[in-house]
């Protein structure tokens, strides 16, 4: 079927938590803004846009040529200011939702295009020449990209080479995910691909990270080259990385992060970490006080203690999993402040033994407001108070939002 002969014109009149604009009607109709007048073809409950007929005055032009194939990013094609405006308003609605009408949440602060220092490719084969990108949205079909305006320099400019190089690596047809990480020593990559480890094929990863000048080579988990243990400089401190760790997405976010919770612990006494990684907040926190590390994974941890060690920090740290074996009040009574950095599903259970705490202080950083929502919950009920919400857009063109909040026993 011909989708312009059943094609019909709505009004944009908001949009949805997904970044998707939605009619009156509740069509969802992703690449549109609110007060856009647009053909679409009508699919369900969602409408396929074929052209923008009005404009509305929240449009702007996208910066990457493969926008709207590409599902990488979803908001391109909003102004800046009513696109903040969303991403800030996604913390207000969440925090409402569980009964926080009047959360004192602050204006959005927000980093740079050019800044995303993590980035997890696709590869294909096809033929002799590889193509290498994301996949569109809801498919597997991947977008063979030139160019991406949301990466560091570093990233950016390892698309072309890194095609060159796997076009004699992978098999026709063959696919691999590929995490690159831009660290102060420089790219570690950790290729991903259904294939056994011969001879043959260590010996051309080998020739590919030493062409591309990578810090770290590793497939399927296994290291295969280090020209350069990457690192991460944290303060006095510098902290190695194992494969495929934990980072904030840009390096600016994060030091926006460390700012804030620096400036709620001035004069605290001892401080945990929870869900630590490798010591973002742990290590930044270190040079002036007492920290205590905890994070499930045991690479991240042997490496933050190494650090510490290195740098003479007042640190200590444990591995456990803190989903199945939080913290108990009793264990946390010792604490001044609490830092939580949790994955996206959030920390009730930590949460729920923090309600049953002493602890004065507990600083979240989150990038789901809706879990992070259901926490605020049940701190408060334990007898907290909400002092200070502060959302970040690092995520860039995504409707992902990373927030600070700092929680207060009266």
Not at 143 to 149: H, Q
Request: with cysteine; hydrophobic share 45%; charged share 20%.
């Amino acid at each position: 079927m011909n989708p312009a002969a059943t094609a019909e014109t709505v009004e944009i009149m908001r949009l949805g938590h997904a970044g998707d604009g939605i009619a009156a009607d509740g069509l969802f109709v992703p690449y549109t803004v609110p007060g856009d007048v647009a053909r679409v073809a009508r699919e369900g409950a969602r409408g396929r846009l074929i052209e923008i007929v009005r404009p509305g005055p929240a449009r702007a032009t996208p910066p990457c040529s493969h926008f709207g194939r590409c599902g990488g990013c979803a908001l391109q094609m909003m102004a800046r200011e009513p696109y903040l405006a969303w991403k800030r308003d996604l913390v207000v609605t969440a925090l409402k939702q569980r009964g926080f009408d009047d959360a004192p949440v602050e204006g959005i602060r927000a980093v740079p295009p050019g800044t995303r220092r993590r980035a997890m490719f696709k590869a294909r084969a096809i033929g002799k020449t590889v193509a290498l990108g994301f996949y569109e949205p809801e498919s597997r079909n991947l977008v063979d990209i030139s160019e991406c305006p949301l990466l560091v320099p570093e990233l950016a400019r390892l698309i072309a080479p890194l095609k060159t190089q796997l076009a004699p690596i992978l098999a026709p047809g063959e696919t691999a995910e590929l995490h690159a990480t831009a660290t102060d020593a420089g790219v570690d990559l950790s290729l991903k691909l259904k294939r056994a480890r011969g001879p043959d094929f260590l010996m051309a990863l080998s020739e590919l990270a030493s062409v591309l000048n990578l810090a770290r080579l590793s497939s399927n988990g296994e290291t295969v080259a280090t020209a350069r243990t990457p690192s991460l400089r944290i303060g006095r401190f510098t902290v190695g990385l194992p494969p495929e760790s934990f980072l904030q997405p840009t390096k600016e976010g994060m030091g926006i992060l460390q700012d804030l919770v620096r400036e709620e612990v001035k004069g605290a006494g001892p401080i945990a970490d929870l869900f630590s990684g490798c010591g973002t907040f742990a290590l930044a926190l270190a040079e002036t006080h007492a920290v205590h590390a905890v994070d499930s994974g045991p690479a991240q941890i042997e490496a933050l203690i190494a650090a510490a060690k290195a740098g003479r920090a007042n640190l200590t740290a444990e591995t456990r999993d803190l989903y199945r074996r939080p913290l108990l009040a009793s264990e946390l009574s010792r604490f001044d402040t609490v830092v939580l950095d949790p994955p996206r599903p959030g920390a009730s259970a930590q949460a729920h033994a923090l309600a049953q705490s002493s602890v004065p202080d507990v600083l979240y950083i989150s990038c789901n407001p809706a879990s992070f929502a259901r926490d605020a919950r049940i701190l408060a009920d334990g007898g907290y108070r909400v002092a200070r919400v502060v959302p970040l857009d690092q995520f860039l063109w995504s409707p992902h939002v990373e927030l600070f909040a700092r929680f207060v026993r009266d």
